[in-house]
């Protein structure tokens, strides 16, 4: 870290009005106006530095501007970028061919965000129960589990039991059944023969980053065997060294039979997705079945690939571990009367606080502190910062959250008004 410098609360923003005059209003974004980022920081158009605990939601894992993506990027892009699937790149297959490998899969569709990997997962899973498993067309079933998030196109949003997701949007989509996360008994009543696919995050992320009891997944796993269903893993969030393996299942030591990923798969500079399966599974697709006009392209391909050499030779999910520890460890020592639990795996916690605070008016706090992050459900506090981030780094944003935390303590459990803290802007 570098010297640093109070600063003051971020003021009225000329493009913050503009952009509630001209783009639709489906984000509340916090109230800062960014124009230059460098890994773990970003800068405002007034030059004040912020800590990023929250990694676009992961897709920044690999932290802003990574000198090898941006170089990837950059040279690919003089050469060739967007062709289409019409004919083939000389890119696309060496990085499916190392996605595979790296994820212990067989086949892989290249798609541009999660939703649509999950799409794709959905449509396969659903063709796979109908040609294979003999499930009468349209009357498959795909379990899924309450507080869950996938995505927000239609069909996805149809099984979310978030009210807000799904008012107003009817007619939505039929063909789910949710259950209770961690509940092995609810899964094993619920299967069925019409069952084709189980759809599960390892830990659900926006559901307040839950992480299920100890052997679940590998019960789950258990009971798809024994009634020929497919597991399907939603890595998109905790995927590619997120939470100190490579895919969070692997912490059971889970192979499933498709993965569903992205954000991070992009290296922070494009939107690249797949959806990645075995043989059995993603070998039912034909041409003409299932595709994207970009999905795929020589670009995405070639940032995915350096994204995946990346993890692997910077040891990312061993740094994800560490980082874990590292917050954990100041937060732990802390015993803060305003925390209730500090949960999660390597880089992806949540810090739950008690409910006379909320987490929301903490985050835009934390803001002023020089620390971007965001809240979710459970009124838990989001820390998933880039996984290269430095030790001293994760400490200060720790510390930062821990004095905010006092100030809404001392002013009796509501958010109080007051002056900003003293924080760090590197220069």
Known sequence: MTVRAPFAASESHP?????????????????????????????????????DMMSAYSAVSFGHGHPRLVAALTEQARRLSVTSRAIHSDQLAPF????????????????NSGAEAVETAIKVARKWGHVVKGIPDGAAEIIVFDNNFHGRTTTIISFSSHQQYRAGFAP???????????????????????????????IQGEGGVIVPPPGYLAGVRRLCDQHKVMLIADEIQTGLGRTGEVLAIHHEG?????????????????????????????GVIQPGDHGSTFG?????????????AVLIDEQLPRRATEGGQTLRAVLDAAHHKAVVEVRG?????????????????????????????KDTYGNTIRLSPPLNTDTADLQWGASRLLEVLDEFVDGAGGARKSAPVQVAATV
């Open 345 to 373: 795996r390597g880089l992806m916690l949540g810090v739950q606080l008690v409910a006379s605070i909320d987490a929301h008016q903490v985050v835009e706090r934390l803001v002023q502190a020089g620390v971007v992050t």
């Open 296 to 308: 795929g392209n020589a670009l995405a391909a070639r940032v995915g690939r350096e994204a995946l």
């Open 15 to 51: 493009l913050i009005e503009l952009d509630q005059h001209v783009c639709a209003q489906s984000y509340a974004p916090l109230p800062v106006v960014a124009n230059r980022a460098e890994g773990s920081w970003i800068w405002d158009t007034a030059g004040r530095s912020y800590l």
């Open 96 to 111: 499916l061919s190392d996605l595979v490998r790296l994820t212990g899969m067989d086949l892989a569709c290249p798609m």
């Open 172 to 202: 939505l989509t039929a063909g789910f059944r949710s259950l209770p996360f961690g509940d092995l008994e609810a899964l094993r009543a619920a299967i069925n023969p019409n069952t084709c696919a189980v759809l599960i995050e390892p």
């Open 254 to 282: 889970v192979r499933p039979d498709g993965l569903c990923l992205g954000k991070a798969l992009g290296g922070g500079l494009l939107p690249v997705s797949a959806f990645v399966a075995t043989r059995e599974l993603l």
